[in-house]
């Protein structure tokens, strides 16, 4: 009996509980913990032998992040309350490392190879601290809220929106030489390029003239589906006239060989594939498929675009 009432009320709780009405979750627990440990992580371990460090404390970091936003109005909260903690968290970035991206965060961070090959926002300190993460202020103690914070689409200046456009500002003005930009041609309902993305808002109009030298854009589809836009038409073309306009050099590359090769890594068998296949084993024919007994183990395929329609959960653009 005992029992029965306590699954009845589990499911009364489940079933009134905001977190399980909508998919909106409050700040993350624990959110300052996991700023300070993720820091000493970039800084002791993962970056430290690859981009040059920030010169703030990691508990002073944590904390001037946590004061941006706590106690504050979740709606309303401008990208100038979290520039002390940009600035205190800010590096240099190395030249022709800097990676773009929009609409394909999996793929360019596959790419990026934490830092190896490029270096994208999230593998800055200032992306990496709260990359994933949840938050919001409120009036009333303790000053964040932790059962629910609003969704982008929900107010204006929502406080991890007004984070990440100051975030990307930051980036894009820290970006030197060669800068990087990849993005998916194969969406029917978005272009690889708009003027209202974070990319068109925050971080072309604010690349320094006279750092940058050239805008790289590496345009990718997934194996299976057309290319909706390529290099030479569609957004691409207003991208081009939108950079040349600020004077760098404009360059687009439809599926590089680096892109496609990834991207078959998770889909040996797919004809697209079949590329290494067929040069190195000219005797095999199509039929013959990625050896059996080795196939990628994976728990599931990764989708390294971001699906079409419900972007809620997903970090910017
Ligand atoms: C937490 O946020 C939710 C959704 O915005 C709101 O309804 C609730 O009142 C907030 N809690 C506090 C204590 O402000
Ligand atoms: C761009 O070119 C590709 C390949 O020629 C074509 O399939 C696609 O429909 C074109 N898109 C636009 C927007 O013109």
């Given at each position: 009996m005992a029992l029965q009432m306590f699954f009845v009320l589990s499911l009364l709780l489940a079933m009134t509980s905001p977190s399980a009405s909508d998919n909106n979750p409050g700040t993350t627990p624990h959110i300052q913990d996991i700023c300070i440990g993720r820091c000493y992580d970039y800084s002791q371990i993962k970056y430290k032998s690859v981009l040059p460090q920030a010169s703030g404390s990691c508990e002073e970091l944590a904390d001037k992040f946590f004061t941006a936003f706590s106690h504050q109005p979740p709606c309303s909260l401008s990208m100038a309350h979290y520039q002390p903690f940009m600035d205190a968290a800010k590096q240099a970035l190395p030249e022709d490392k800097a990676l773009f991206w929009s609409g394909v965060k999996q793929l360019a961070h596959e790419y990026a190879g934490d830092g190896r090959r490029f270096v994208t926002l999230e593998d800055t300190l200032i992306g990496y601290l709260v990359d994933g993460l949840v938050w919001c202020g409120q009036g009333s103690p303790p000053g964040q809220n932790y059962s629910r914070c609003p969704s982008?689409?929900?107010?204006?200046?929502?406080s991890s929106e007004s984070f990440w456009a100051a975030a990307s500002k930051a980036f894009a003005e820290s970006a030197r030489g060669r800068v990087t930009v990849m993005t998916d041609g194969s969406r029917a309902d978005r272009p690889a390029y708009r003027r209202d993305s974070f990319f068109g808002k925050y971080e072309l109009p604010f690349l320094n003239k006279a750092l940058v030298t050239s805008v790289d854009v590496i345009l990718t589809h997934p194996l299976d589906q057309p290319a909706v836009?390529?290099?030479?038409?569609g957004s691409l073309v207003q991208l081009m006239q939108d950079v040349t306009a600020r004077g760098f050099n404009f360059n687009c590359e439809d599926d590089p060989q680096a892109i496609l090769h990834l991207l078959c890594a998770d889909d040996p068998v797919i004809r697209e594939c079949q590329l290494v296949t067929k040069y190195m084993?000219?005797?095999?024919?199509?039929?013959?498929?990625?050896h059996p007994n080795h196939p990628p183990v994976l728990n599931s395929k990764p989708n390294l675009f971001e699906s079409t329609g419900n972007t809620a959960g997903l970090p910017y653009y």
């Open positions: 982008w689409n929900d107010c204006p200046l929502e836009e390529t290099c030479e038409n084993f000219p005797g095999r024919g199509d039929s013959e498929k990625y």
